[in-house]
């Protein structure tokens, strides 16, 4: 709301995302919420006793890149071995 009123003023404004910062002891506790809270926003902090900060970020979709949907082509097995076979005699 107020960045619609500040945009209407002309004034520029700027948008800051928070990272949520956990203790090492919160993240401990409730680490099944760490790592909801992760996949939820991004990426979440842990900060231990001595200052040191850890991110927890999800990792990116793990399928492979060679999982793809099948094509319906109303091809036989014949055409289809014919096809390749066409294709290699070709080089």
């Known amino acids: 709301m107020l960045?619609?009123?500040?945009?209407?003023?002309?004034?520029?404004?700027?948008?800051?995302?928070?990272?949520k910062v956990y203790s090492f002891s919160e993240a401990r506790q409730n680490f099944a919420a760490v790592l909801d809270n992760a996949q939820k926003e991004g990426a979440v902090r842990i900060m231990r006793r001595d200052g040191r900060i850890f991110i927890i970020q999800p990792v990116g979709d793990s399928s492979s890149p060679l999982a793809v949907e099948a094509v319906p082509l109303d091809l036989s097995q014949r055409e289809i071995v014919s096809a390749v076979r066409e294709g290699r005699e070709r080089d």
Do not use: D, S
């Open 3 to 19: 960045k619609v009123h500040a945009e209407a003023l002309g004034i520029e404004t700027l948008e800051v995302e928070v990272m």
